[in-house]
């Protein structure tokens, strides 16, 4: 079956705009998660989302970020007045559940860099 | 918080050479632990995983043990493919939490023929 998805693969943007990121996690996965995996930081945790709550968003690294998850479906990732170094690969991963035993599932990732 | 440190590489090998990757962890509670890996061009994929003491996992010829006296779960392969080439993560989840998982910084491999 489909696995998670991400668009776009590649986004290049000026610094200062606005960029939105989607994911489209597999079809019944009720737990969705974004990551972001930087040159020197390593893969690290953004945001979880549990049907189309955020119970942790506690790695969002500031308020510039914000993810929201429509239908307990299809998430979006957006950064606003974006930086320089902002600019990373945003993973997203889903899981049939949260909780112990269930794996996550991550998408191919969206390339993002910052002019 | 919970952290993984994981050897640096990059690692160059090759073919039919034993590789170990080493990784230790420091985590609150009972993590569960996993090894992900991510070929060229494609996304991470999960490669095994060990949900508690003395656990072993193995997949595609890696093995794993959850080691809780040393705090570590080192890769091994006892002979790489080519095909193996591809960033190794180590990573845990629980402790705290049950569902973020906390990577280390990966590891290059290259095989060579």
């Known amino acids: 079956g489909a696995g998670v998805s991400q668009s776009p693969s590649n986004k290049v943007t000026e610094k200062g705009k606005d960029v939105e990121l989607r994911c489209d996690p597999i079809s019944g996965h009720t737990a969705l998660y974004w990551y972001r995996q930087s040159l020197g930081q390593g893969l690290e945790f953004l945001i979880y989302?549990?049907?189309?709550?955020?119970?942790?968003k506690s790695g969002l690294p500031s308020d510039r970020f914000s993810a929201e998850r429509t239908g307990g479906s299809v998430s979006t990732l957006t950064i606003q007045r974006t930086q320089q170094e902002d600019s990373a690969v945003y993973l997203c991963?889903?899981?049939?559940?949260?909780?112990?035993?269930?794996?996550?599932?991550f998408g191919p990732g969206t390339r993002l860099t910052v002019l | 918080g919970d952290s993984v440190t994981q050897m640096e590489g990059p690692v160059t090998l090759s073919e039919e050479a034993f590789l170990t990757i080493n990784c230790t962890y420091t985590a609150t509670g009972y993590p569960s632990l996993f090894w992900y890996v991510q070929y060229p061009g494609e996304g991470l994929q999960l490669l095994l995983k060990a949900t508690k003491a003395d656990d072993k996992g193995s997949n595609k010829g890696f093995e794993a043990t959850y080691r809780k006296e040393t705090t570590s779960f080192h890769l091994e392969k006892g002979s790489v493919q080519v095909s193996d080439s591809a960033v190794y993560f180590c990573?845990?989840?629980?402790?705290?939490?049950?569902?973020?998982?906390?990577f280390g910084k990966g590891t290059l491999l290259t095989v060579n023929p």
């Open positions: 989302f549990q049907g189309n709550s955020a119970p942790d």
């Open positions: 991963a889903s899981s049939p559940r949260q909780g112990a035993g269930n794996e996550q599932f």
């Open positions: 990573a845990l989840r629980g402790g705290g939490s049950n569902y973020k998982l906390t």
